[in-house]
């Protein structure tokens, strides 16, 4: 050992003495390169399951059969996969694991084992009613989402040869109800919904706030997605403010997203993708004035009436991330799904639920004003609200006293 680190010594001041003089660099420079190439180094590692998981104790197949073997009779396996692996969390305690209703069985040989904290099992009969119930009781003047987004997910979880991802691109004003549907998804797969440790949440102004650093954020993202799917195929990956993000950098994540079995070993077809924007409202506004102006109610618009139209102004969209992405060019979002502008009463009905799920009894009259004070468009006819449900919990608090 001791001449094996004398040797590798003697090769870096080699190495060093052949160097080229550099000239200084910034102490900042410094430590991002340092960073980038141990996040390189660590991304490779983990872009081989089988080297990644012998390290981790978790997920080999081979694993599984040990803890099978070693369990012995009466005993069941701990969510399937034996000892935790080391690094995450140990579950709480009194808490039951995912598999604690029987004992797990070894299944078919796979190169990952399921991941934890997953809302088992993820059946039609399981997932449906958690999330359409809850859209049902808390998203109002959404038909298209509500039928669109439940039949998307429970389809894509169900679906055990999926050739991609599922991306789902949702759109509309501030406060129509996009990060609430994404909190309930996330909700509606993982215990412990948005806290999991495998969803993960990009906001374009916080984390990719910098024009002149979109090289180093597309490394950043794509060693993120890697090791995070590296570590669990079913991560769910959330990217809000995406018509305030720089363009081009989206298309960095690109290759996960595509039709590909294997990427460096790696599979991403369970993996699912929600982007959240602004863009696009305009058009959708467009449609429902006329549906409106035309006699029609918001319940008689399709999908089909409006999601061409929302891709496409999307993709010419210059101040969107989305401009001129291969993600849309290549057909690679499943769903481009509306959230319609909210009328005045469903904006009464964001003040009632609130006020309910506080445990106070509504006073029609203060449900009524707090609708009042909230500004609609367009100018003459007035009819949505230009924020939607957004300030409603700041104007509960004015007039309750909480």
């Not at 399981?126 to 999330?131: E, G």
């Not at 412990?192 to 440790?197: D, F, R, T, V, Y």
């Not at 959330?238 to 720089?246: G, S, V, W």
């Amino acid at each position: 050992m001791k001449l094996r680190r004398g040797a590798l010594r003697a090769a870096l001041a080699l190495l060093l003495l052949l160097l080229p003089p550099a000239d200084a660099v910034e102490p900042i420079s410094l430590g991002l390169a340092i960073a980038g190439a141990a996040a390189s180094a660590l991304t490779g590692f983990i872009s081989y399951p089988r080297l990644y998981c012998y390290f981790r104790e978790c997920c080999l197949h081979r694993h599984d059969q040990r803890a099978a073997a070693g369990a012995g009779p009466g005993r069941a396996l701990r969510g399937g996969g034996g000892r935790a692996p080391r690094g995450q969390r140990r579950r709480e305690p009194g808490r039951a694991s995912p598999g604690a209703a029987a004992p797990a069985r070894p299944g078919p040989a796979r190169p990952f084992a399921p991941c934890p904290a997953l809302r088992p099992p993820l059946t039609v009969w399981s997932l449906h009613p958690a999330l359409q119930d809850t859209l049902d009781k808390r998203l109002f003047g959404q038909h298209l989402v509500s039928k669109v987004v439940v039949k998307a997910v429970r389809g894509f979880l169900n679906n055990t040869n999926a050739k991609k991802p599922l991306a789902l691109s949702l759109h509309g004003w501030t406060g129509t109800g996009k990060n609430f549907v994404s909190k309930i998804v996330a909700e509606s797969i993982y215990k412990k919904g948005l806290q999991s440790k495998y969803v993960h949440q990009f906001v374009a102004t916080l984390h990719f706030p910098h024009a002149h650093s979109i090289n180093l954020y597309k490394d950043q993202l794509q060693s993120w997605i890697r090791g995070n799917v590296s570590i669990c195929p079913r991560s769910l990956f959330i990217f809000d403010e995406m018509d305030k993000m720089h363009a081009g950098l989206i298309d960095s994540i690109k290759p996960f997203l595509d039709y590909y079995e294997l990427l460096d070993g790696v599979s991403y077809r369970q993996a699912i993708f929600i982007f959240l924007s602004n863009a696009g409202a305009e058009k959708i506004t467009e449609v429902a004035l006329d549906f409106w102006r035309n006699g029609r109610t918001r319940e008689d618009i399709q999908l089909t009436d409006i999601q061409n139209a929302l891709s496409v102004s999307v993709f010419n969209n210059k101040n969107s991330g989305f401009w001129h992405s291969t993600l849309i060019d290549k057909n690679l979002i499943d769903y481009f799904i509306p959230f319609l502008p909210l009328e005045y009463k469903h904006v009464k009905m964001c003040v009632r639920v609130e006020i309910e799920s506080r445990g106070y009894a509504v006073d029609e009259d203060i449900l009524t004003r707090i609708a009042d004070e909230m500004t609609y468009f367009p100018r003459e006819e007035r009819i949505y609200s230009d924020k939607g449900c957004k300030t409603v919990d700041a104007k509960l608090d004015y007039y309750y006293d909480f």
